[in-house]
């Protein structure tokens, strides 16, 4: 009789290896997001903080991006980036003051390409071990993504706020993660002023944008997840039928 077994068992492999591997594939972009950066900053000292945006869409560029900084967080100058204008909204009346820079023609943060947008700041506060910047990037096609939503367990959130680590061993203790009573998520920072320098016109948004973030969690993370194990089960009781009626066949032809 042919021994049939090795050749069914490859496909049986290779059904649980392709949908395992959409999984890591899927959730492979979590790693990228806005970050803040800083190689100095400590808690009552002056610091340079930038933020690396990247451009996360497949079909779309990031043209405008709004940060907002916390009260307490006293700004000292903003760092010009090439091909993108910026404005400086009046402090709002928590405290807090938003940064807005869009991208001039040709500019535009591309899929897959980052930009790093950098402030000097000073003094920090000294009385949070950390503190998040609710931040604002917008698309080419008009679709917003928010990133504001903040840790409150082992895994992060599908758009986590920009958080600066002022004092890690403070910040590991504290039950909220160290965000301390930065503004309310999904609050819209506050308009630039006009008084401002002029900027180029807003990007054309559509009634068919999409906005993500802002507290809203789109979850596409467990459904990709829960998509893939479908396909991970489907495969493996396809290869398990195809390998029996095989083996019947041979066991028959005997």
Not at 210 to 215: A, D, L, N, W
Request: hydrophobic share 40%.
């Amino acid at each position: 009789m042919p021994h049939r077994t090795g050749r069914r068992s490859a496909p049986l492999a290779l059904a649980a290896a392709g949908a395992v591997g959409a999984v890591f594939l899927l959730a492979a972009p979590a790693s990228a997001h806005v970050r803040v950066i800083s190689q100095d900053a400590e808690p009552g000292g002056a610091a340079k903080l930038e933020f690396r945006v990247p451009g996360e869409e497949a079909d779309a560029t990031t043209v405008r991006l709004q940060v907002r900084l916390p009260a307490g967080v006293h700004l000292a100058s903003v760092l010009p980036v090439e091909g993108w204008q910026e404005q400086t909204a009046a402090p709002a009346s928590d405290g807090s003051v938003s940064l807005t820079w869009t991208a001039m023609a040709g500019h535009d943060i591309k899929p897959d390409e980052h930009q790093y947008f950098g402030i000097k700041v000073g003094p920090l506060p000294d009385d949070r071990p950390t503190l998040g910047f609710s931040t604002v990037q917008t698309y080419s096609d008009g679709s917003v993504v928010t990133w504001d939503q903040r840790q409150t367990g082992s895994t992060e959130p599908p758009f986590p706020i920009p958080l600066l680590v002022l004092d890690p061993t403070a910040a590991s203790r504290a039950p909220d993660g160290g965000t301390g009573a930065a503004p309310q998520a999904g609050a819209a920072p506050a308009a630039p002023s006009p008084t401002a320098s002029a900027s180029p016109a807003a990007p054309s948004v559509t009634t068919a944008a999409t906005t993500r973030g802002s507290g809203s969690g789109s979850g596409w993370a467990p459904s990709a997840v829960a998509a893939a194990l479908l396909a991970l089960s489907g495969g493996t009781a396809l290869a398990t039928a195809r390998h029996r009626r095989n083996k019947n066949r041979g066991r028959a032809a005997s």
